[in-house]
C-alpha cells in the first residue's frame, strides 16, 4: 500500500508520473445471465423505447490511471492525485449489432490522501483520501447515466492482506438520470485483497445501507501463465455492473487476462 500511494519517504517518487491506479485487466469472453435489452429508470422518463440484440457474451476490460499533481501539502502530509478509470463492455461476438460497445464508463477523481500509521487489530491504517469523483456513460438521454459522489477512502495493512473501505455521499442532481442508485448499487465500498505468491484474490463489495436486498460483489482471482502473463477470472453478482444496468441484478462470469492489479 506504501508503494502504490508513496506513503513513505522512501517510495516518494515525484510529481507527474503516470501510473497504474485501479486493475487494469481484459476479459475476452464474458458471460452474463441477463441481457439488459430495454434499459430503463425509476421514473421512466430515462428509458430506452427501443429493444437491442445484445448476445449473452461480450468483451469486457478496464484501464486505469493516477499521477501525483502535488505532494506534502497542508503541514506536509498530503499528496494531490488526479485518477481516470474506464470500463467497456463490448459486443464483440455480435455481427448484427456491427460489433458495437454496449457500454462505457468514464469516471474521472481528484484525489487527496494522506499517510496514516495507526494499530488497529495487529495490522495498520496506512491511509486516508478524500475523493471527488464522477461516473458516466458519456450517451444521450434516454440512456444517458452520471452520478458525482464525494468518498472517503480508509485504507487498512496486515500482512498480504489489504482492506479499502470507501463510503460516499451522492452530490444532488437537479436532473437525476439514475433515481434509487444508492438504493441497488449502495453507500460504500469495501475491497479486501491478498496476495499469495503469485496467486492473487481480490473481492469487491458495494452495499446500501437503506436495503440488504440489493448491492454487489465481485470476486477476482489473478493467476500466472507464463512469465510475466497473468491470467484473470471474475465472478460478479448483484446489481450495478456497469451504469446503464445500475437497476438490473445479474450473475457474470469472465475470463481473460491481467496487465496490473492493486
Same mark, same amino acid.
Given at each position: 500500500m506504501s508503494q502504490k500511494w508513496e506513503l513513505d519517504s522512501i517510495d516518494k517518487k515525484g510529481t507527474f508520473r503516470l501510473v497504474s491506479y485501479r486493475p487494469i485487466y481484459l476479459a475476452a469472453a464474458r458471460w =452474463? %445471465?441477463?441481457?439488459? *435489452? #430495454?434499459?430503463?429508470?425509476? %421514473?421512466?422518463?430515462?428509458?430506452?423505447?427501443?429493444?437491442?440484440?445484445?448476445?449473452?457474451?461480450?468483451?469486457?476490460?478496464?484501464? =486505469?490511471?493516477?499521477?501525483k499533481l502535488l505532494q506534502n501539502i497542508l503541514f506536509g502530509r498530503g499528496d494531490?492525485?488526479?485518477? &481516470?478509470? $474506464?470500463?467497456?463492455?463490448?459486443?464483440?461476438? /455480435?455481427?448484427?449489432? %456491427?460489433? *458495437?460497445?454496449?457500454?462505457? /464508463?468514464?469516471?474521472?477523481?481528484? +484525489?487527496?490522501?494522506?499517510?496514516?500509521? !495507526?494499530?488497529?487489530?495487529?495490522?495498520?491504517?496506512?491511509?486516508?483520501?478524500?475523493?471527488l469523483n464522477h461516473q458516466s456513460n458519456g450517451k444521450d438521454i434516454p440512456l444517458s447515466r452520471s452520478w458525482n459522489r464525494i468518498i472517503l477512502n480508509i485504507g487498512y495493512e496486515y500482512k498480504n492482506w489489504n482492506v479499502n473501505f470507501r463510503p460516499w455521499y451522492r452530490m444532488p442532481d437537479s436532473e437525476d438520470e439514475n433515481p434509487g442508485i444508492t438504493t441497488?448499487? @449502495?453507500?460504500? #465500498?469495501? #475491497?479486501?485483497?491478498?496476495?499469495?505468491?503469485?496467486?492473487?484474490? &481480490?473481492? !469487491?463489495? /458495494?452495499? %446500501?445501507?437503506?436495503?440488504?436486498?440489493? @448491492?454487489?460483489? $465481485?470476486? /477476482? &482471482?489473478?493467476?500466472? +501463465?507464463? @512469465?510475466?502473463l497473468r491470467g484473470h477470472a471474475q465472478v460478479f453478482h448483484g446489481s450495478g455492473e456497469t451504469l446503464i444496468d445500475y437497476n438490473v441484478s445479474q450473475t457474470t462470469i469472465g475470463i481473460g487476462v491481467s496487465f496490473a492489479n492493486w
Open positions: =452474463s %445471465s441477463k441481457r439488459n *435489452a #430495454e434499459p430503463f429508470n425509476e %421514473s421512466g422518463e430515462f428509458s430506452s423505447r427501443d429493444k437491442n440484440i445484445f448476445n449473452n457474451i461480450e468483451a469486457k476490460f478496464q484501464i =486505469s490511471f493516477k499521477t494531490l492525485w488526479i485518477g &481516470y478509470s $474506464q470500463k467497456a463492455h463490448w459486443q464483440v461476438y /455480435n455481427k448484427k449489432l %456491427s460489433r *458495437a460497445f454496449r457500454e462505457l /464508463n468514464y469516471e474521472p477523481e481528484i +484525489i487527496l490522501n494522506f499517510p496514516m500509521d !495507526i494499530d488497529v487489530f495487529k495490522g495498520k491504517i496506512r491511509t486516508f483520501g478524500v475523493i441497488y448499487v @449502495g453507500d460504500a #465500498e469495501l #475491497e479486501v485483497g491478498a496476495n499469495f505468491g503469485k496467486h492473487e484474490f &481480490y473481492t !469487491i463489495i /458495494n452495499h %446500501s445501507f437503506h436495503t440488504f436486498e440489493k @448491492g454487489n460483489i $465481485q470476486l /477476482n &482471482y489473478v493467476f500466472p +501463465i507464463h @512469465g510475466h
